[in-house]
C-alpha cells in the first residue's frame, strides 16, 4: 500500500532546525533554477540564514592564485554565482517596515510535497508595535517551464485593519557563509545589475555570464485572505542574446496544474517503493525527488554535485554524474540521461585542448568544471585522476546498452570514446611486470582520494581497458578500424592488473598493500574526515581509503570476478575505509548485498537513504550530496535487486530481512518493466506485446530482447 504521507516532508519531523540545514533541504529546483528555501523577510542581516537562488550553468571566474606555480596547472576558477534570495519581500505596515528592524517572525509549517514539488511554509508575525498575522507562501521551480519560479503569499490571521504592502525589492545582500573547509568556495562574486525596460540583467564581471530577470516589482497591498503571485522569469543569456524572454509569463495555476502532471510522470516512471519502513520510504523518495530537481536538461549544463541546492564544491561538475546519478536517468528517464551526455559531447573541444595543453593525443575531461575547462588547483586529487575519461565514456555505454538508442554513439558519442582512448594509448605505459609486457596508467590517483599520484591503480585500469575495449568495438561496427583500434584493443588486452598473491586480495595500486594501516584505534572521532585534520603527506602514506575505490571497479565489473574474491577484497578494503566522502557507503552497500551480507548492506542503505535528511555528514548547509542520492538508488536496485548488465538485465533477489517487499519500474530498451521483490522472490512484469521476455537463470533472472 502506498502511503501517501510519505510523500510530505515536514521541518518538524526532522532532527535538526537550523536555517540553513533546512534552507538546503526544502530547496526547490527544476535543473536551471534552484532557489533555497531562504527565510521570506531576508533581504538584510535582520533575519537568519544563507539564502540565496542559483541558476545551473552561471558562474563567475577568476584566476587561480598559485604560491608556487607548475606547468599546465589549472587557470581559472569557476564559482557558481548565488543569486540574492529572490523570495524575499519587505513587508510595509503603516509606518512599519520589516527591513527597518528585525520583527518577530515564528515558522509554523514548512512542508515540502514531494509529489509536486511545491513547498508550503507558514509564518507567525509579530511587528514591533504588537500587530500580528501569518504571511503564508507556496513556491516551486516549473518543471514544464524551466525559466519560472513561482511564488505565492498569502496574508491571514490579521489582528489589524489594515493593508499589508508587500514589495520584492532587487537591492538585495549577497549572502555566502565564511568557512574553512576547502570544499565550500569563500567567494562572494558581486554582480553588476541594470535594467532594461522589463527586466534586469545581472553580469559576473569576470566570466562575463549574463542573467536575465523579469519580475513585476510593483508594491502590492494585501488585505486579509489576499494573495500575490509573484511569477520569476530567469535565463542563462547566450554571448550576445538581448531580448531574453519571449514567452510572456503564465498564471501561477496553470502553472501548478503542469507542475502536477509533471511530477506525476516523473513519479510513474521512477517511484520505488519499500514496505515495512515508512521513514526509508520517504528517505529515498526524497532522494529521488533532489535527483529530478537537480539534472541540467538542455544539453549544455549537468549536474553539481551540490545540486541547486548550496555553494558547496562551487557548483563544479564531477564524475558524480556519470559513475552515480546517471544509471538512475538511464534506467528510469532516458531523456534526462541523453541530454545529461550531450553536455559531455559539448564540451570535447575543451578536453581535446587540455589534452594538447599536457602534450598529449586525444581527450582529457576537466575533473571538476561548469564550462568545460579544468579548474582543479589541487592537481593530485583533481587533474590526476584521469579516470573521469573512463567515466564518461562508461556513461554513454550504459545510456547505449540500456536505451538501445545509438543516436549519441552514432555522432559525438564515438567521438568522445575514440579520442578519450587516444588519450589512453599515448598517456598509458607498456612495462615489463611479472614476465609479461602489461598495459598499465601510472602516476595517477584513482576514486580513493587518500591514495594520489598512484601506478596502477586498479579502478582506473579496468575503467580504461572497458574504454579501450568500448573503442575498438565501435571502431569496428561503424567501418572505422583502422590501425590505431588495433593498438586499442592490444593495450586492452594487456592491461596490467595487481595481486597479493599471499594475502589473494586485488591490489588497490602498486604500492597501496605495502603501506602501513593508518593508525584507526589512535584516531580520535573528532578527526573525521582526515583531510580537514591531516596534512595530505600523512594520509598517503597509510593505507586508508576516502571512499570505495576497487569494491566500485568490481561492483561495475562484478562478473570478472568469482565471488570469494569478492568477499575478500570487500573485507579487506572496508577495514581500511573510513567513507570520508559521501560518494562511499552506498557502493558498500551495494556490494554487501551481492556477497550475501544483508545485514551489513541494509545498514549502509540506512545512511545513504537517510543522509541528508540525518546530517550525517554534518554539512547540509552547504547543499545536498547529489552523488550519494543516485548512491541510495544503487543500493536498491544494483544491491537489494542485484541489477546487473549481463547481456540483458540480470537481477537476483538480495532483499534484507528488514524490507518485507521493495517495487519498482525500469525503462528497458524504451519498453517499462515493473519489478517486485518478496522474501526470495523476483515477480517481472512487462509491457503488453513487450518484445523481451524473462528467463530464470542462476537463482535470479534475465530480461532481454526476444
Ligand atoms: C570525492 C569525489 C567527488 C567529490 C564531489 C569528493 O569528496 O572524493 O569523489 O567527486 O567529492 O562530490
Not at 187 to 197: A, F, G, P, V
Not at 375 to 392: E, K, M, R, V, W
Not at 421 to 446: E, N, R, S
Request: net charge negative; glycine share 8%; aromatic share 12%.
Amino acid at each position: 500500500m502506498v502511503n501517501h504521507q510519505s510523500f510530505q516532508l515536514s521541518a518538524e519531523e526532522l532532527p535538526h532546525q537550523t536555517q540553513e540545514y533546512l534552507e538546503t533541504l526544502f530547496a526547490v529546483g527544476n535543473g536551471q533554477i534552484g532557489a533555497r528555501a531562504g527565510h521570506p523577510l531576508k533581504v538584510n542581516q535582520f533575519y537568519p540564514g544563507n539564502p540565496g537562488v542559483f541558476v545551473n550553468g552561471f558562474f563567475d571566474s577568476e584566476p587561480i592564485q598559485y604560491g608556487e606555480w607548475a606547468y599546465g596547472y589549472a587557470k581559472n576558477h569557476q564559482t557558481i554565482c548565488k543569486l540574492p534570495n529572490l523570495r524575499g519581500v519587505v513587508l510595509r505596515i503603516g509606518q512599519e517596515k520589516s527591513s527597518d528592524s528585525e520583527w518577530q517572525t515564528k515558522r509554523t509549517v514548512m512542508n515540502i510535497d514531494l509529489s509536486t514539488g511545491v513547498l508550503t511554509e507558514t509564518y507567525h508575525i509579530t511587528t514591533p508595535s504588537n500587530k500580528q498575522f501569518d504571511l503564508h507562501m507556496s513556491s516551486f521551480a516549473s518543471m514544464t517551464r524551466r525559466e519560472l519560479y513561482a511564488c505565492r503569499y498569502t496574508i491571514k490571521n490579521c489582528d489589524f485593519p489594515d493593508a499589508v504592502e508587500l514589495m520584492h525589492t532587487l537591492d538585495q545582500s549577497f549572502y555566502t557563509i565564511k568557512t574553512d573547509d576547502p570544499r565550500v568556495a569563500n567567494k562572494n562574486h558581486q554582480l553588476e545589475k541594470e535594467s532594461i525596460s522589463d527586466y534586469h540583467i545581472w553580469t559576473a564581471p569576470q566570466s562575463n555570464k549574463r542573467i536575465a530577470l523579469r519580475l513585476d516589482l510593483k508594491p502590492h497591498q494585501l488585505v486579509e485572505g489576499a494573495s500575490l503571485e509573484a511569477i520569476f522569469q530567469l535565463a542563462l543569456l547566450d554571448d550576445n542574446q538581448t531580448a531574453p524572454f519571449q514567452n510572456q509569463c503564465v498564471a501561477y495555476s496553470l502553472l501548478l496544474e503542469e507542475q502536477r502532471n509533471s511530477y506525476r510522470d516523473f513519479w510513474e516512471k521512477s517511484d520505488i517503493l519499500i514496505s515495512g519502513n515508512e521513514q526509508l520510504q520517504k528517505g529515498i523518495r526524497f532522494n529521488l525527488f533532489h535527483l529530478n530537481q537537480g539534472a541540467g536538461r538542455d544539453g549544455k549544463t549537468n549536474f553539481a554535485a551540490k545540486g541547486l541546492t548550496g555553494e558547496g564544491y562551487e557548483g563544479h561538475y564531477f564524475w558524480d554524474t556519470e559513475m552515480y546519478l546517471l544509471p538512475f536517468f538511464v534506467y528510469t528517464h532516458p531523456e534526462v540521461a541523453k541530454q545529461l551526455l550531450t553536455y559531455r559531447g559539448s564540451i570535447l573541444p575543451q578536453a581535446k585542448a587540455r589534452a594538447q595543453e599536457l602534450g598529449q593525443s586525444g581527450a582529457l575531461f576537466a575533473w571538476r568544471t561548469i564550462d568545460g575547462n579544468e579548474t582543479s588547483a589541487y592537481y593530485p586529487a583533481g587533474t590526476a585522476q584521469l579516470h573521469i575519461n573512463a567515466d564518461i565514456v562508461y556513461g554513454f555505454q550504459l545510456y547505449e546498452r540500456v536505451t538501445g538508442d545509438q543516436s549519441l554513439m552514432e555522432g559525438i558519442g564515438k567521438e568522445v570514446v575514440f579520442e578519450t582512448a587516444k588519450f589512453w594509448l599515448d598517456y598509458g605505459t607498456y612495462a615489463h611486470k611479472h614476465g609479461q609486457d602489461c598495459f598499465g596508467i601510472h602516476g595517477v590517483t584513482g576514486p580513493d582520494e587518500y591514495s594520489a599520484l598512484v601506478n596502477n591503480n586498479f579502478y582506473t585500469n579496468k575503467m580504461v581497458q572497458n574504454n579501450l575495449y568500448y573503442a575498438s568495438e565501435l571502431a569496428e561496427r561503424y567501418g572505422m578500424y583502422t590501425e590505431e583500434s588495433s593498438k586499442w584493443l592490444a593495450a586492452a588486452d594487456a592491461m596490467y592488473f595487481g595481486f597479493d598473491e599471499e594475502r589473494k586480495i586485488t591490489q588497490q595500486d602498486d604500492c597501496f598493500l605495502d603501506q602501513a594501516v593508518w593508525p584507526f584505534e589512535e584516531t580520535p572521532a573528532d578527526n573525521y574526515p582526515l583531510l580537514l585534520h591531516y596534512h595530505p603527506m600523512i594520509i598517503y602514506k597509510y593505507q586508508v581509503c576516502k571512499q570505495a575505490d576497487t569494491v566500485l571497479a568490481e561492483m561495475l565489473f562484478t562478473g570478472d570476478f568469482s565471488l570469494e574474491q569478492l568477499a575478500r577484497d570487500y573485507d579487506y578494503y572496508e577495514k581500511v575505509t573510513t567513507h570520508d566522502s559521501s560518494l562511499s557507503r552506498s557502493i558498500f552497500s551495494v556490494m554487501a548485498s551481492r556477497i550475501g551480507d544483508t545485514e551489513k548492506a541494509y545498514s549502509y542503505f540506512m545512511d545513504t537513504a537517510l543522509m541528508d535528511l540525518t546530517d550525517l555528514q554534518k554539512n547540509v548547509v552547504d547543499g545536498i550530496h547529489a552523488a550519494n542520492m543516485g548512491g541510495s538508488w544503487l543500493s536498491l536496485i544494483y544491491g537489494f535487486a542485484g541489477l546487473y548488465y549481463d547481456q540483458g538485465l540480470r537481477m537476483t533477489n538480495h532483499l534484507p530481512k528488514e524490507i518485507e517487499q521493495l517495487s519498482f519500474t525500469l525503462t528497458y530498451l524504451g519498453e517499462s518493466v515493473k519489478v517486485t521483490l518478496d522474501k526470495g522472490n523476483i515477480a517481472c512484469v512487462l509491457q503488453t506485446d513487450s518484445l523481451l521476455s524473462v528467463e530464470e537463470m542462476d537463482g535470479g533472472i534475465r530480461i532481454r530482447q526476444k
